[in-house]
């Protein structure tokens, strides 16, 4: 795959989109896409900064996990964008930017993806991405967030077989699900102006609109899982999300909610 470079993923983009991006900039290496950002000025209320990797020595997913990818075999991309005022039920906001990167995908003919509660992105029932969620340290009225987002293009020219225990159990990539994946720049492009659409619709309309979308891609319902938290293991079927965004499980005692665990299939 050719490498990725500034011109290339900006020139795409357009609308409100184009309009609202302080600054975009692309590495072929760094240490997590995430830190940089973190460490960079906030945008303004309602604009957003991007930063691309070909390749993070240091990725990151929740609770500290190491996000693995081959040199140039994905995309790694975080942005940062600024809330007026902190929205609310925030801890949804993994779940509808999710549903963003699904959407981006379908516009590229990229079919067949699904989410898996709370951060995973699937493809050919494997692990084809995840999303961090991160939120900006300060104390104004004003909250910036920094949204991570790995996926995993195309192993097909890397040597690879990369370990993920105790959760799907392998990691795949986006060519399974298409018969031509788009050049990375163009897909660059649209999920920076789908992923921005999702920021800026969650600003002004909360998680609602995303509850009702939620069921399309949800990989986990009706499946037989194991959760474990801090406190305990729950063993059910998966029966899709509260409007909060807790998962709810049907255990031997009855539904329970949780927001947050790590789910692992049952087979």
Request: with cysteine.
């Amino acid at each position: 795959m050719p490498p990725l470079n500034v011109d290339a993923v900006r020139r795409p983009i357009s609308g409100v989109p184009r309009e609202r991006l302080e600054f975009l900039e692309v590495f072929a290496e760094i240490e997590s896409t995430n830190n940089y950002l973190l460490d960079q000025p906030r945008p303004l209320p309602g604009r957003f900064r991007v930063a691309l990797a070909e390749h993070q020595t240091a990725g990151r997913g929740r609770r500290d996990r190491t996000w693995q990818s081959p040199r140039a075999s994905g995309l790694c991309m975080s942005i940062s964008y600024t809330f007026a005022e902190k929205p609310q039920r925030l801890p949804c906001l993994t779940l509808a930017i999710g549903i963003g990167v699904a959407q981006a995908l379908g516009i590229l003919g990229i079919n067949g993806i699904g989410l898996k509660w709370p951060n995973d992105i699937v493809a050919c029932d494997g692990k084809a991405g995840g999303i961090l969620t991160e939120v900006m340290p300060g104390q104004s009225a004003e909250l910036t967030v920094v949204v991570g987002i790995g996926l995993n293009v195309d192993f097909s020219r890397a040597d690879v077989e990369i370990d993920i225990p105790g959760r799907m159990g392998r990691a795949t990539d986006l060519r399974c699900c298409t018969a031509e994946l788009p050049d990375r720049a163009v897909m660059s492009a649209r999920l920076i102006e789908q992923l921005f659409d999702t920021l800026a619709h969650f600003d002004a309309h909360g998680f609602d609109p995303y509850f009702e979308l939620w069921s399309r891609y949800d990989w986990l319902r009706g499946q037989q899982v194991s959760l474990d938290t801090p406190t305990a293991q729950v063993v059910g079927k998966v029966q899709g999300i509260e409007t909060d965004g807790a998962v709810i499980i049907k255990t031997a005692s009855g539904p329970q909610s949780f927001h947050s665990g790590s789910v692992s299939l049952l087979v």
